[in-house]
C-alpha cells in the first residue's frame, strides 16, 4: 500500500487527538519551500510580509512535537498568534535551558 508522504508529515502535529489551535507564524522567505511541505499549500493560509518574511495561518497541536520542530528554525522564526502559545514556547525553551543549567 502506498503511503501519503505529505499526510504523514504533517500528521506529526496532529497525531494525538488534543484540539488543534489555529496560530499565525512569521518565517523567513528561505524556508517557505520546508514550511509549505509541513502545511500543505490548501490547509494553511500564507501571506507576505516584505520581501524577506511571510506569515503562515493554520492548525496544529499545540505540543512539544510542535515547538521542537519550530526550534529547528531558530530566529527565523516566530510565533505571532495567539500569544498564549508564544509565551507557552518561551516556557518549553526555558525547561531546555534549565535542563543544560542543571549540575549532574
Not at 21 to 42: C, M, P, Y
Not at 46 to 75: A, K, M
Request: glycine content about 4%.
Amino acid at each position: 500500500e502506498r503511503i501519503n508522504l505529505h499526510e504523514y508529515v504533517r500528521s506529526d502535529f496532529l497525531m494525538h487527538g488534543n484540539m488543534q489551535s489555529l496560530v499565525t507564524i512569521l518565517f523567513e522567505k528561505t524556508h517557505l519551500d520546508t514550511v509549505a511541505q509541513r502545511f500543505g499549500v490548501n490547509e494553511a493560509r500564507y501571506s507576505n510580509v516584505d520581501s524577506l518574511h511571510f506569515t503562515v495561518d493554520t492548525n496544529v497541536e499545540i505540543n512539544s512535537t510542535f515547538y521542537n520542530w519550530l526550534l529547528g528554525f531558530g530566529t527565523d522564526a516566530k510565533i505571532l498568534k495567539p500569544e498564549w502559545a508564544a509565551e507557552a514556547f518561551l516556557k518549553h525553551i526555558d525547561k531546555i535551558k534549565n535542563a543544560y543549567n542543571e549540575k549532574q
